[in-house]
């Protein structure tokens, strides 16, 4: 039986980072995924195509809408989705195919086929070749997360969809509509409304992104519905239904019934801890009542050597934060001192403009009690914004009133999950609004406005009244 | 036939690079999958590798600019054999040294974020001086506020208050709402050191509490053959001394000191014993604590208590001392936290005692109480060896025959 140092299962960005920074360091790796390339979800079917989707698809509205305005005579615009969705292909060959080579630069042995523990020390793995028993100094569950499933409409693959299949229609839907206001389901609304398809967002919360302070919420969603998107809030969804031929959402809100027929129903109301068929009862690593993998402050189940990490624990369901509980992991297993900040998440949305936050808004300081300072910044007045066609949105800073120092950070606007790694970066350190405010940002760019919310939270922006 | 090296395939957009760096030079030996040269793209940075092993022979010079596929050495297998067996090591540490020269070791700039040294400059705090909440214990901006902010506090506040009061009285009689006088350079020390202890050091307090009746018992039982014996009154005071002595004894930790970077371990015992005085609170020092008897401690602290009040007392009565002892409770204090004396790194307080009822054996009984606090700098105590330590002192005195047997 091969026996390993670690034995990473899942080979998404947090298990294959996990395996990388253990192999770095000197360990035995096996790397263990089902699916024919590696990269997980996150760069199969997740982030990385869907955001080769929404950049073709800002090019198309960026020909089609604006090149005009810029003096840029255009014929007519359309869009050819075969080659949309071979561009986006090959986006993903490329990544998936960069991960399997540092695999082998680093020498971890990538074992394609479903795990199972059979014991709390052995692993089999049902490959092409029939079953192979692996044992390891440790296991690290990274398996990951899948679509949540709605109860009374399950999916089919054709009309009720997940992430999974709206990141490859094969031709624009006349309508779809999508349900669940978060990152995923208005990302893919935007890609197809961008493409021509008629959009409703049916949210059961009062609001999209529930998490987002209600200015950034208010500002996005007249934003979403200049570009086409019809969105509506405070909607339960209690079914689906065929009126003459068509297929029609049904839902209700305040004892209302609503209708919202559409080709295509995409559900995007969250993603579920992935632990099916992964014998996780037999190895005695214990589940919560969310079926999430229970793990402590270090990621170790309450299995001895078995540790978890990613979407299948408990915290946000991102690449980023699996990425760093991977190294995290993986540093500890080989007796160094892994660090992860589970506060200082950062999260975004990318549509146009794209929607980011880090740590506290000003609407959760507020209710949680905590004395803020704000500090806000429009695109509006920042010259790079104006040259650049990018003046929708705006910075926000949250700040300790007593302190100073940057609580949290929310940005609307284009470029914000690029803008918003700063202000990460300075909250890392303990850094202060002022901090920000006095490192210099290159001129003209659209980063000033950062510095700008940071200056503003002691009412000391320059660009601003 | 010596094999050749060229310059990799890129990807598809990629047909030109600069060879920015070779890490060989013309003849040396290289051994399989060692690095031979760096290669700049527009769009990465890679390096190549030696494919066999064998003695290489340089093509292009680094900096020029090479096509894919272009051969840019060639490496003679045999040869390797003929080379010393010296010369790979060598070459090899070259090697690897290019690719990572050693930084200089300190940054040229002063260390802190741009608001922390914008509010050092302003207020001259020193950051250096400020227990960092950052990453790592950098010192955040909220940390160089509070350090700005912190009002200079009485060591033990209790006895200050009376010491300043009294002069003070009169003024009000004149009728003004404040009057204004110079502090006396004593005060300004104390000012001075109080304000210093606060900055530099992390202060934390430890109480705990003490039943007095042991100590008031032996008191009693012998206060008269004392006196008669060594002229002067057995206090509490040379009981907490000793006891400190022996805790100090079992915790050397405490009985440390911060210089610059590096730790100092006292091996000595002389505590300071703080003595209220009509020009403000004193602290002179009494050497040698371990090698003193009960009645030898009464004897040093009257005496340099009779000095201090009659301001014969000299600066080096003052200096030296590993430990603080400060009794609020003269004057009625029931719970303080005193401020360590720096560079020591702790200090005792004791204070009134009052009979409360506490539970012993399942009963509620009266007892004489004593709260006592331990300030302590946390930057070389632990919380385990502070709360230790007076727990320690606590046995000592609860139980006055440890103080005889030495446990």
């Known amino acids: 039986m091969d026996s390993y140092d ?25 790397l263990v995924d089902k699916r024919a390339t590696l990269g997980g979800t996150c760069l199969n079917v997740g982030c990385i195509p869907s955001k080769a989707l929404l950049y073709s698809s800002e090019q198309l509205v960026f020909a089609r809408d604006h090149a005009v305005a810029h003096g840029i005579q255009v014929g007519p615009v359309s869009a050819d989705i075969a080659t949309l969705m071979k561009r986006k292909e090959a986006v993903v060959t490329r990544l998936v195919g960069g991960v399997a080579t540092l695999a082998k630069a680093r020498k971890v042995a990538v074992l394609k086929g479903e795990a199972s523990f059979t014991s709390p020390t052995v692993l089999a793995v049902k490959g092409a070749d029939g ?119 049904t839902a209700e809100r305040d004892g209302a019934a609503l209708e919202f027929p559409g080709e295509k129903v995409l559900v995007a109301v969250g993603r579920r801890p992935y632990t099916e068929g992964l014998g996780l009862a037999k190895a005695g690593v214990a589940l919560d009542e969310k079926g999430r993998v229970k793990v402590d402050s270090r990621l170790r189940t309450g299995a001895p050597g078995i540790w978890a990490i990613g979407d299948v624990v408990a915290g946000p369901m991102l690449a980023h934060k699996a990425e760093e509980d991977g190294i995290a992991v993986a540093e500890w297993i080989a007796g160094k001192a892994g660090h992860v900040d589970w506060d200082l998440v950062p999260a975004i949305v990318y549509t146009d403009p794209e929607v980011a936050s880090v740590g506290l808004g000003e609407d959760a300081a507020k209710a949680k009690g905590v004395t803020v300072n704000v500090g806000r910044f429009n695109f509006a007045a920042n010259g790079r914004a104006i040259a650049n066609d990018s003046t929708d949105g705006f910075v926000k800073i949250v700040a300790d009133a007593k302190t100073d120092r940057i609580l949290g950070a929310q940005i609307l606007g284009r470029g914000a999950g690029e803008l918003i790694s700063e202000v990460v970066t300075h909250m890392e350190y303990g850094g202060s609004a002022e901090d920000l405010g006095r490192t210099i940002h290159a001129h003209p760019t659209m980063s000033e406005a950062v510095k700008e919310a940071g200056l503003a939270v002691s009412k000391s922006a320059i660009h601003a009244i | 036939m010596p094999l050749e090296v060229k310059i990799p395939p890129m990807g598809e957009s990629i047909s030109t690079g600069i060879l920015a760096k070779w890490h060989v030079k013309n003849g040396d030996a290289v051994k399989k999958d060692q690095p031979l040269f760096e290669l700049e793209t527009d769009k990465i940075t890679s390096e190549g590798t030696a494919e066999a092993a064998g003695t290489i022979a340089l093509k292009v010079e680094a900096g020029a600019e090479v096509k894919i596929g272009q051969v840019v050495a060639s490496i003679e297998a045999g040869a390797a054999a003929a080379a010393p067996a010296a010369a790979p090591a060598p070459a090899d540490k070259k090697a690897s040294a290019a690719p990572f020269p050693k930084t200089a070791s300190k940054p040229p700039f002063a260390p802190g974020s741009p608001a922390v040294r914008r509010i050092a400059e302003e207020t001259g705090v020193n950051p250096a001086d400020v227990a960092g909440t950052g990453k790592a214990g950098r010192v955040t901006k909220g940390d160089m506020l509070s350090a700005a902010e912190k009002p200079a506090v009485p060591a033990t506040p209790a006895p200050a208050p009376v010491a300043a009061a009294k002069p003070s009285a009169p003024a009000a009689a004149s009728g003004e709402r404040q009057t204004r006088r110079k502090m006396t350079p004593l005060r300004q020390k104390i000012a001075e050191r109080l304000v210093s202890a606060q900055h530099s050091a992390a202060l934390l307090t430890t109480f705990n509490e003490v039943d007095m009746s042991p100590v008031m018992a032996l008191r009693s039982k012998y206060q008269e053959e004392f006196v008669k014996k060594n002229g002067l009154k057995l206090g509490f005071m040379s009981f907490f001394v000793k006891a400190v002595v022996h805790a100090l004894r079992e915790v050397p930790s405490i009985n440390t000191q911060i210089d610059g970077d590096t730790l100092v371990q006292n091996h000595y015992y002389d505590i300071g014993v703080a003595v209220s005085t009509d020009k403000g609170l004193m602290v002179p020092v009494i050497r040698n604590c371990d090698t003193l008897g009960m009645a030898g401690i009464e004897k040093a602290i009257t005496d340099s208590a009779t000095r201090a009040r009659e301001g014969k007392i000299t600066l080096a009565d003052f200096e030296g001392g590993v430990f603080t002892i400060t009794n609020g409770g003269t004057f009625g204090s029931l719970l303080s936290t005193p401020i360590i004396n720096p560079p020591q790194s702790a200090i005792l307080g004791m204070h009134a005692i009052n009979d409360r009822p506490v539970a012993i054996a399942g009963q509620v009984v009266i007892r004489p109480m004593m709260y006592v606090a331990l300030t302590y700098d946390h930057r070389l105590i632990d919380g385990r060896e502070a709360v230790s330590f007076l727990v320690k002192v606590k046995q000592e005195i609860e139980d006055p025959a440890r103080l005889l047997l030495g446990l």
């Open chain 1, 131 to 249: 079953v192979v028993p692996v044992t390891a100094k440790n296991f690290v569950v990274a398996t990951g997360s899948a679509p949540v499933e709605l109860p009374f409409m399950k999916f089919d693959g054709k009309t009720v969809v997940s992430s999974d299949e709206a990141i490859a229609f094969e031709k624009v839907p006349s309508s779809l509509v999508v349900v669940g206001g978060g990152a995923i389901g208005l990302e893919l609304g935007s890609v197809w409304a961008r493409l021509g398809s008629s959009v409703t967002v049916v949210e059961f919360l009062p609001k999209i992104l529930a998490t987002y302070d209600d200015d950034i919420v208010r500002s996005f969603s007249r934003l979403l519905q200049k570009q086409g998107l019809k969105i509506e809030v405070g909607a339960k969804v209690t079914g689906l239904k065929s009126a003459g031929g068509q297929t029609v959402l």
């Open chain 1, 6 to 30: 670690v034995v990473v299962i899942g080979a998404g960005p947090g298990g294959y980072v996990c395996a990388f920074r253990a192999a770095q360091l000197g360990l035995k790796v096996a």
